[in-house]
């Protein structure tokens, strides 16, 4: 399997204040990794510092993308290389359509002319896959939307950029069991041999669903055990009161 994403080392700050204190992970093509901690154990700030928010400083470590040094590059050159980020709380964006907002993300990431009718058809077969009101197409991005059509309004976009890595934090937070079946399927739907994914989760719902090749317990900025998915098991039977000093 090729190397897709390698972190090295990688000590991250918000402010002040330090959270990661020396993660090292590797994700090959093909594979799906999870993340799971207690809150505040810095799961978002890893998703975070691999797109390189600016309100996360890296004070050392790499993180390497396809065997290139992406530390300092800004957060939509990284998009463009093909890692996607859904997040938590997903941005409602006034007078932007669903379709207007996802042609021109695509325009940017893939750098061609987008061709409208071919994408609404292809919209819509995924919409259908996921079981969204079509009408959505033309509603203004996640205003109005329920948390259950916000998510799976972020795996439509998963789908539609198709990036190499997708990392996904908290994609099950807030969702029903029919939910969070339908966004596996979406995720399902995207995973191949060439690509991967990182699923960032204080819980396991999603998994019951999906079967990760490794699980990495994050507690206090430092991965403290890697194991498979018999490890999520574990965690949603006895807790991370173990794994803490």
Same mark, same amino acid.
């Given at each position: 399997?090729?190397? +897709?994403?390698? !972190?090295? %080392?990688?000590?991250?700050?918000?402010?002040?204040?330090?959270? +990661?204190?020396?993660?090292?992970?590797?994700?090959?093509?093909?594979?799906?990794?999870?993340?799971? =901690?207690?809150? =505040?154990? /810095?799961?978002?700030?890893?998703?975070?510092? !691999?797109?390189?928010?600016?309100?996360? #400083?890296?004070?050392?470590?790499? &993180?390497?993308?396809? /065997?290139?040094?992406?530390?300092?590059?800004?957060?939509?050159?990284?998009?463009?290389? /093909? !890692?996607?980020?859904?997040? #938590?709380?997903?941005?409602?964006?006034?007078?932007?359509?669903?379709?207007?907002?996802?042609?021109?993300?695509? /325009?940017?990431?893939?750098?061609?002319?987008?061709?409208?009718?071919?994408?609404?058809?292809?919209?819509?077969?995924?919409? @259908?896959?996921?079981?969204? %009101?079509?009408? %959505?197409?033309?509603?203004?991005?996640?205003?109005?939307?329920?948390?259950?059509?916000?998510?799976?309004?972020?795996?439509?976009?998963?789908?539609?950029?198709?990036?190499?890595?997708?990392? +996904? *934090?908290?994609? *099950?937070?807030?969702? *029903?069991?029919?939910? &969070?079946?339908?966004?596996?399927?979406?995720?399902?739907?995207?995973?191949?041999?060439?690509?991967?994914?990182? !699923?960032?989760?204080? %819980?396991?719902?999603?998994?019951?669903? +999906?079967?990760? *090749?490794?699980?990495?317990?994050?507690?206090?900025?430092?991965?403290?055990?890697?194991? @498979?998915?018999?490890?999520?098991?574990?965690?949603?039977?006895?807790?991370?009161?173990?794994?803490?000093?």
């Amino acid at each position: 399997m090729s190397k +897709l994403l390698e !972190i090295k %080392n990688l000590f991250v700050n918000a402010g002040e204040k330090e959270i +990661l204190k020396g993660i090292n992970l590797r994700i090959n093509a093909g594979e799906i990794h999870v993340i799971m =901690g207690p809150n =505040g154990s /810095g799961k978002t700030t890893t998703a975070n510092a !691999i797109l390189n928010n600016p309100l996360y #400083q890296k004070k050392s470590g790499e &993180i390497i993308f396809e /065997g290139e040094n992406i530390n300092n590059l800004k957060t939509d050159e990284i998009a463009r290389k /093909g !890692i996607f980020m859904s997040f #938590q709380l997903p941005e409602e964006i006034q007078g932007v359509s669903v379709t207007n907002f996802l042609k021109y993300a695509k /325009g940017k990431v893939t750098g061609k002319p987008v061709k409208i009718f071919e994408f609404k058809n292809e919209l819509k077969t995924y919409m @259908d896959e996921l079981k969204m %009101n079509p009408k %959505n197409m033309d509603r203004s991005l996640n205003v109005g939307f329920s948390g259950g059509e916000k998510k799976k309004n972020e795996i439509l976009q998963l789908l539609v950029l198709n990036p190499k890595l997708a990392i +996904l *934090d908290e994609t *099950d937070s807030g969702l *029903d069991v029919d939910a &969070i079946k339908t966004v596996s399927k979406g995720i399902e739907m995207f995973k191949t041999k060439e690509n991967s994914v990182l !699923i960032i989760t204080h %819980n396991t719902k999603i998994l019951h669903s +999906l079967k990760p *090749d490794y699980v990495h317990v994050l507690v206090d900025g430092k991965i403290v055990k890697t194991g @498979d998915a018999s490890l999520a098991k574990e965690i949603e039977e006895n807790g991370y009161e173990q794994y803490k000093k």
